[in-house]
């Protein structure tokens, strides 16, 4: 949180005691129960069901869990995306204006 998120930001989480000591750097944070299945936080309690769905259901092990995160995280902030990938390269290309070879090696 340290490396991430700047003292000042409103943070509210749920009330694991691992937190308990970033209380006194962060004067935003607050703490409150989780509810009866993250009935509180539930985005985050669907985002964490549906990665371990996901890792369970595809990989059935871990070697490297960061790896696995990087991926579901790239996945998950791209499924809003209906149109397939050449789809968007294409809309991203015609959206800009042209680069001439001098331009890009100058």
Known sequence: ??????????????????????????????QKPSGKKGG???????????FKAWLRGTHHHVNNLQAYINEYTFRYNRHIMKRGIFEN????????PPKTYKSLYA
Do not use: C
């Open 1 to 30: 949180m340290r490396d991430t998120i700047d003292n000042s930001s409103d943070i509210q989480t749920d009330e694991w005691s691992g937190y308990k000591p970033l209380t006194s750097e962060f004067t935003n944070l607050t």
């Open 40 to 50: 509180n936080f539930p985005l985050m309690h669907r985002f964490i069901m549906t």
């Open 89 to 96: 390269l294409l809309a991203k290309v015609i959206a800009h």
